[in-house]
């Protein structure tokens, strides 16, 4: 076994441990289904849904439909958390709905990207090994338990209250934030469709204001989610709050800003142009 695959192999079940504990963690105080406290029957679904995917993607070498799944977990996770907890009330359907709307649009963003390009080079390495391209559908489920448990703990929690101060300021939060993220998308997008930008990066619209307004607003609208979620969560549920805490460190110290930087760098490094926008332009928070 090549050292890659015996790494990996030993990832696997540190991933999974992690996605147990943040089960049992977001469960104490929690609505139970059939004995079984509702959040981490979520949990264990979100994993199952990856696994179950990654099948026929790795007996056909292909990840075209990765995104697509990450985003109707989210969306079958949610419904089904909200049928089946006890007493949901205005709270619970507000942030169903937020995390919904978030993960049809961009879900369907993504699925048309990679429709578009054929493929996505991250995974080229990954999938010709078992164990590898298992781990990152293994990874994709800690990322949506991760990012939707301020929500889904919130939804599943035995305590409830009425819409307040909080779910005004967290709506308000993540409007922006959703904004900033479809607005950033639809302009990179017309911005490479067009063929006279080919081999051109992208300085206009909000990306004159940041070198990566997407996932400022991806940061952004999670925080919403949270701030909504805050004033039903006790105990061991405080642990939600990691769902804008985990979006952040992954996008800005992990698989978002440094690789998109390194990529950049390694494309237009040098040109004036890039080497001026680059200095003049913060990496994430837009300037005014």
Same mark, same amino acid.
């Given at each position: 076994?090549?050292?890659?695959?015996?790494?990996? &192999?030993?990832?696997?079940?540190? *991933?999974?441990?992690?996605?147990?504990?943040?089960?049992?963690?977001?469960? +104490?105080?929690?609505?139970?289904?059939?004995?079984?406290?509702?959040?981490?029957?979520? !949990?264990?679904?979100?994993?199952?849904? +990856?696994? !179950?995917?990654?099948?026929?993607?790795?007996?056909? +070498?292909?990840?075209?439909?990765?995104?697509?799944?990450?985003?109707? #977990?989210?969306?079958?996770?949610?419904? *089904?958390?909200?049928?089946?907890?006890?007493?949901?009330?205005?709270?619970?359907? $507000?942030?169903?709905? &937020? !995390?919904?709307?978030?993960?049809?649009?961009?879900?369907?963003? $993504?699925?048309?990207?990679?429709? %578009?390009?054929?493929?996505?080079?991250?995974?080229?390495?990954?999938?010709?090994?078992?164990?590898?391209?298992?781990? !990152?559908? #293994?990874?994709?489920?800690?990322?949506?338990?991760?990012?939707?448990?301020?929500?889904?703990?919130?939804?599943?929690?035995?305590?409830?209250? @009425?819409?307040?101060?909080?779910?005004?300021?967290?709506?308000?939060?993540?409007?922006?934030?959703?904004?900033? @993220?479809?607005?950033?998308?639809?302009?990179?997008?017309?911005?490479?469709?067009?063929?006279?930008? %080919?081999?051109?990066?992208?300085?206009?619209?909000?990306?004159?204001?940041?070198?990566?307004?997407?996932?400022?607003? @991806?940061?952004?609208?999670?925080?919403?989610?949270?701030?909504?979620?805050?004033?039903?969560?006790?105990?061991?549920?405080?642990?939600? &709050?990691?769902?804008?805490?985990?979006?952040?460190? $992954? *996008?800005?110290?992990?698989?978002?800003?440094? $690789? &998109? @930087? +390194?990529?950049?760098?390694?494309?237009?490094?040098?040109?004036?142009?890039?080497?001026?926008? %680059? %200095?003049?332009?913060?990496?994430?928070?837009?300037?005014?």
């Amino acid at each position: 076994m090549k050292t890659d695959d015996r790494n990996a &192999l030993i990832v696997f079940p540190i *991933l999974v441990l992690i996605g147990l504990l943040v089960a049992w963690a977001g469960s +104490q105080g929690g609505v139970l289904f059939a004995g079984v406290p509702l959040f981490a029957l979520a !949990v264990g679904l979100v994993f199952l849904i +990856q696994w !179950v995917a990654f099948v026929p993607a790795y007996l056909g +070498q292909t990840e075209k439909f990765f995104d697509l799944t990450g985003s109707l #977990t989210y969306i079958s996770v949610t419904i *089904l958390v909200l049928l089946f907890s006890t007493g949901a009330d205005a709270r619970s359907f $507000l942030l169903a709905g &937020l !995390v919904i709307i978030w993960a049809v649009r961009l879900g369907s963003f $993504l699925y048309g990207r990679i429709h %578009k390009a054929g493929k996505d080079d991250r995974f080229d390495d990954l999938k010709p090994s078992f164990f590898r391209f298992l781990n !990152v559908w #293994t990874i994709q489920a800690l990322w949506v338990t991760f990012t939707a448990a301020a929500a889904l703990v919130a939804i599943t929690s035995s305590v409830r209250k @009425e819409l307040d101060v909080f779910a005004i300021v967290g709506l308000l939060v993540w409007a922006i934030g959703f904004g900033f @993220e479809v607005v950033a998308d639809a302009q990179k997008s017309r911005f490479n469709a067009d063929p006279t930008n %080919k081999g051109k990066f992208i300085n206009t619209g909000l990306w004159s204001r940041s070198r990566h307004p997407n996932y400022f607003g @991806e940061i952004v609208l999670w925080l919403g989610v949270a701030i909504i979620a805050l004033p039903v969560l006790q105990g061991w549920q405080w642990v939600a &709050l990691i769902s804008p805490v985990f979006v952040t460190i $992954l *996008l800005t110290r992990v698989s978002g800003v440094p $690789l &998109l @930087e +390194q990529k950049a760098d390694k494309k237009w490094g040098g040109q004036k142009a890039y080497e001026a926008y %680059k %200095k003049n332009t913060p990496v994430l928070i837009p300037r005014l």
